[in-house]
């Protein structure tokens, strides 16, 4: 007579289990298929049509690979196992001429306000500067949507340890690497670069038994300071792109706002720099501190002015011709 309930309860049992196994499959099904937030309010298209009253004779960059040049594109480099949005695939491209030299490399970082824009709009530059005989490496990163400070740091430095694991590979020359970025891009590319070697900076994705260190840093129109008064003088609104990426106001969270500054870390040992510059002085906060430290500690920094009320001059000829040229000879200088 016992054994039949029993039996019974087995049966609930299994049907509860059964349910339990479905609920949480379609649980994991759903967590892998939800959609990554994205803002495309800042593209090419629309900068054209916000300055070509003004500048006519602006030309966009198209992505177009020259003669001489091979590429690969959307290399994974490092793999994100659980994100809010699943598994995560991170990834560059890289551009270099048809021959088997070892060559100096550079990381070019986009812009967008840390939350738009992506890696293709940085592909014409790599591709002008890697006539000039370099490897050029447009990357991908996190966006504040998605996740913010300091997730694209950890993202650009698992980049460039990836590159040099993989150096032998794409021909790249592991002591000749510099970092590049424009607007956004261009701050983090700074604090990429002036964080040589500090382990809060490192994250752990990807490739780990490499080191991130890079050897030159070219700012483009990106904000060395957080903190400097030309920034923090900024009216913001709350949801300014800063604000959002940085996880609050200056107020809110000074800690964030003074460590995500690249001229903060700048010391002695910092590598060499180019500063390319558009007519908004807002977009130099803390260069000219920076820049005289520099001096000081002898280190050797350029700094050009584009005399164009464009910030993403180097999304235009005749800007993007200008710098390359610009960005290929002081490569030449810091590598030679």
Not at 48 to 71: E, F, N, R, T, W
Not at 135 to 152: D, K, V
Request: hydrophobic letters at 40%.
């Amino acid at each position: 007579m016992a054994f039949f309930p029993f039996i019974q309860t087995m049966k609930i049992f299994r049907t509860l289990t059964l349910i339990l196994f479905s609920v949480l499959a379609v649980h994991c099904v759903a967590q892998q298929s939800k959609q990554i937030p994205r803002d495309t309010s800042y593209n090419i298209p629309k900068v054209y049509s916000q300055i070509k009253k003004d500048y006519p004779y602006a030309i966009p960059v198209k992505d177009s690979l020259p003669a001489g040049l091979k590429g690969f594109r959307d290399l994974v480099y490092a793999t994100l196992p659980n994100t809010p949005f699943g598994k995560r695939d991170l990834h560059l491209d890289i551009f270099r001429p048809k021959n088997e030299t070892l060559l100096p490399a550079l990381i070019l970082v986009h812009g967008g306000g840390w939350r738009s824009g992506d890696k293709s709009m940085e592909v014409p530059l790599a591709q002008l500067i890697a006539r000039a005989g370099f490897a050029t490496i447009p990357i991908e990163y996190q966006l504040s949507l998605e996740a913010p400070y300091p997730a694209a740091v950890y993202n650009i430095k698992s980049a460039i340890r990836w590159i040099k694991a993989h150096a032998k590979t794409y021909g790249i020359d592991t002591n000749k690497i510099a970092i590049s970025g424009t607007s956004a891009g261009g701050q983090l590319a700074s604090l990429v670069g002036t964080t040589n070697g500090l382990a809060k900076f490192e994250g752990n994705q990807g490739e780990t038994q490499t080191s991130s260190s890079v050897q030159a840093i070219i700012d483009i129109d990106g904000v060395i300071s957080f903190v400097a008064p030309s920034s923090l003088n900024i009216e913001r609104k709350p949801d300014s792109p800063d604000i959002a990426w940085l996880g609050g106001s200056y107020l809110q969270r000074p800690d964030l706002w003074k460590e995500a500054s690249a001229g903060y870390w700048a010391n002695e040992k910092t590598v060499p720099m180019l500063f390319l510059n558009s007519g908004f002085s807002r977009f130099h906060a803390g260069q000219d501190e920076l820049t005289g430290s520099l001096k000081e500690w002898g280190i050797y920094h350029e700094v050009y002015q584009f005399n164009v009320k464009v910030h993403p001059f180097w999304l235009f000829h005749p800007w993007a011709d200008e710098t390359a040229g610009y960005i290929s000879a002081f490569m030449k200088k810091v590598f030679k």
